[in-house]
């Protein structure tokens, strides 16, 4: 998914816009499609159809449920591309630059370990177990799973570590964008319930 180059003002193409390669859980957003679709249902329901205080608690427990549903489902992808690799986590977004990261595994969580010693999870990337005894009794021939994504961003951390746009720190943003509405949601459930 990049977009077409453009010239830039010296003539040059510039850096494309999105990253070459994204992956994600398909179960998880499955997962949270379904989650919602029932959530919404239900809290439309008692949006509507209930009596007294009954619509202002739905609202409130949608402004918290939904974000979080998103945030722990649909949101979690990993970005890559020639330059970095963009962690997007339930809460946060991490840019790491290929020079920075020192190495990624997979134990009972994905993980990126970067040359400061921050560790930093891949929630996009989850990690089978069974997946993992198949990989192990194959003595490593057959990459399943989380284990073949895995091999694919080592190769492309190794490849890019060395080019002059592949160096800095990485770089850290939180996504006030779930954390807000799921914050106001619970204070006003939180309120709802506790003056009810």
């Not at 180059?5 to 816009?17: D, H, Y």
């Amino acid at each position: 998914m990049t977009s077409p180059e453009q010239p830039g003002e010296s003539g040059k193409t510039s850096e494309p816009a999105y990253a070459d390669r994204s992956y994600r859980s398909a179960p998880a957003m499955v997962g949270g499609a379904l989650l919602l679709g029932i959530g919404l249902w239900m809290g439309g329901d008692a949006l509507f159809r209930g009596g007294g205080r009954t619509p202002w608690t739905a609202a409130a427990a949608l402004l918290l449920g939904v974000p979080l549903v998103v945030a722990f489902t649909l949101r979690p992808a990993v970005f890559a591309n020639d330059d970095r690799m963009r962690i997007r986590n339930p809460f946060r977004t991490v840019v790491v630059p290929w020079a920075a990261v020192e190495s990624l595994r997979a134990t009972y969580s994905t993980e990126l370990v970067t040359r400061g010693g921050a560790k930093y999870q891949l929630w996009a990337v989850p990690v089978s177990m069974r997946q993992r005894k198949l990989n192990a009794r194959s003595g490593g021939k057959v990459l399943v799973g989380a284990e073949s994504t895995i091999h694919e961003l080592r190769t492309l951390a190794e490849q890019n570590a060395v080019r002059p746009t592949a160096k800095g720190e990485p770089e850290i943003r939180w996504a006030y964008e779930v954390i807000a509405p799921a914050l106001l949601g619970l204070v006003a459930l939180v309120v709802l319930l506790a003056t009810g």
